[in-house]
């Protein structure tokens, strides 16, 4: 069995087209703009636009506002210095309108992106990650929200009494973006009039499915003057202070007869594999001996050692996920991994992809953290004579 990707990934470029909206009138923030709050030094509104502007996934992005406001908006983007393809057109009287107005921009424009995401101006702590993480899940499934749970015990009360208590692990709170494969969004949009709160209400009214995907605690609704604190405090967190430390992690196995091999979490279509106690996945190793090291934990011999039988045959992927969950006890999570695969024999560099997403999967993080690269030593060495394969793993924790 060959190494592939998961389903419906998207290319690196053009695959996402924004709505963002930001029709509402502030209405509960007692005077105070909030599209225009200072948050960082930056208005609200450029929060969101900033990380569209860098992601690579996004195409085009249609910001839907007051009609009175057309001019200010337009204004302030341009003077912005972004270079994406931005459109500011006029809500409607509710959201839904004003994304139904967003989709015929879209249309007009002859925009011919995968994917739409639906995302809500005053929400400014959203990032490319959870971008990443969207479409992927929409790739799978078609129509995607962002969830969190609930941390709090739910009452539902009636008449100043309390009628019932569900249970929370099945409760999530909802936020945006919202990612929808363009044609279902555009059909709830056709056969759905009837009021709601979000996007994915009307396609769970249309009879569709809509899957979940990680949000953010992280990721407040500015909504009420007691948030703005809320988001100062959050912004100054995401700021340099933040501790980080990087750990160096290295593998290296001789390739024996018999395949397929196993490499970076993938089973390869080759005549050889590598001989190990476990499964043998060098990539794999390298990357768990590099969180171990980041988190002052030792080295992956002395964690999982090649003499316990327990370990006879064992899924590499799971020295990462439990070197990670160790490094999580001392309050460090991944940042980043940057990986290198040495092998002269068999060609791998299709096969890169693959591996990032399988090391993100095991870590728990988004795809974009993980750097998967392929060289040989040209035939210089056991490994430039086809012997064996090695890697090496730099992580970067983050405290």
Known sequence: MSASIAPDVPSP??????????????????????????????????????VF???????????????????????NIANSGFSKPYQIVAGGDRRQDSVRKGIEELRRINDEATFIAVHDAARPFIDAAMLTRGVFAAGRVGAVIPVVPLKDTIKQVSNGLVIDTPQRDQLFSVQTPQVFKSEILRAAHETVDEEVTDDASMVEIAGGLVGTFEGSYKNIKITTQSDIPIAHAIAAGQGPSRTFRSGIG????????????????????????????????????????GILGASGLGDLGGNFPSDDPKYAGFDSARFIRESTIRAASLGWSVDHVDTMVIA???????????????????IGIEIERVNAKITSTDEVGAIGKGEGIAAQAIVTLVR
């Open 53 to 75: 502007e860098a992601c690579e996934l996004v195409n085009t992005v249609i910001v839907v506002t007051h009609p009175s406001r057309i001019r200010e908006f337009r204004e």
């Open 344 to 362: 002269q024999r068999p060609r791998l560099a299709a096969h890169a992809p693959a591996f990032e997403w399988n090391i993100a999967q095991a």
């Open 13 to 50: 470029h053009g695959n996402l087209s924004i709505i963002l909206v930001a029709a509402g009138r502030s209405s509960r923030m007692e005077g105070v703009d909030k599209l225009f709050l200072s948050i960082d030094g930056r208005p609200v509104l450029w929060h969101s636009l900033a």
């Open 250 to 289: 290295f593998d290296g196995h001789r390739l024996v007869d018999g395949g397929p091999l196993r490499l970076g979490g993938s089973e390869i279509d080759f005549e050889m594999h590598l001989e190990g106690h476990s499964d043998g996945d060098v990539l794999m190793h390298a990357v768990a001996s």
